[in-house]
Every structure is written in C-alpha cells, then in structure tokens.
C-alpha cells in the first residue's frame, strides 16, 4: 500500500502564498500512472476536492481555487505540489492528497492576520 506524505502547511496571512507537497512512498510502485488528489476540510464542513492532475499532466480545479492554486506533480521524485496564492480566511483548512483511495495524514493551512 502507498504511503502519502503531505508536507509545508502553515499559518500566513491573507495575500500570502504557500506550496503544499505530497510524497508518496513504495517500493515497486509506478506513481506517474495515478491521478492525484488535492482535498481540504474545514472544522464543520465536508472535505472538498480542490484540484486534481492526471496521470498525463492534466489538471482540473475548484472554482474557489482557480486561478489561485496550481497542482504540479514530479514523477521522478514523486511528489505532488499545491502551489497556493492570493490566500484567504476561507482557505483555512486542512489539507489532504489522495491517490488510488489512499489519503495522507493532512497538513494545516490557516490564513490569518
């Protein structure tokens, strides 16, 4: 089973920018075949996905996102990013990636002054 890894949350402060990392690990384990998730769940709410990537690079986003977040994979080191702009009170939450049904443990956005 794959290990998924998220890394670079934070606090920042409305406007700023961070960049979300998903590290997956196993051995014996093609990555570059899997689309990868991007999730975030705020205390109260549902998890919603925020953006996807394709195996082939494509990518796909939440209209609370786009034109804010990208989603960038690097299958060598297998890793998948979440490039976060522009940031608000309401991108408060924590994030998730998810690949082949796997999720990782999460890591904190909160967006504050």
């Known amino acids: 089973q794959v290990l998924l890894v998220e890394s670079g949350g934070g606090l920042v402060p409305p406007g700023g920018s961070l960049t979300l990392s998903c590290a997956a690990s196993?051995?014996?384990?093609?990555?570059?075949?899997?689309?990868v998730h991007w999730y975030r769940q705020a205390p109260g709410t549902q998890r919603e996905m925020v953006a996807t990537?394709?195996?082939?690079?494509?990518?796909e986003y939440s209209d609370s996102v786009k034109g804010r977040f990208t989603i960038s994979r690097d299958n060598a080191k297998r890793t998948v990013y979440l490039r976060m702009t522009k940031l608000t009170p309401e991108d408060t939450a924590k994030y998730y990636c998810k690949m082949i049904g796997t999720w990782g443990q999460g890591t904190q956005v909160t967006v504050s002054s």
């Open positions: 990537i394709t195996s082939g690079g494509g990518t």
């Open positions: 196993r051995t014996r384990f093609t990555f570059d075949i899997y689309d």
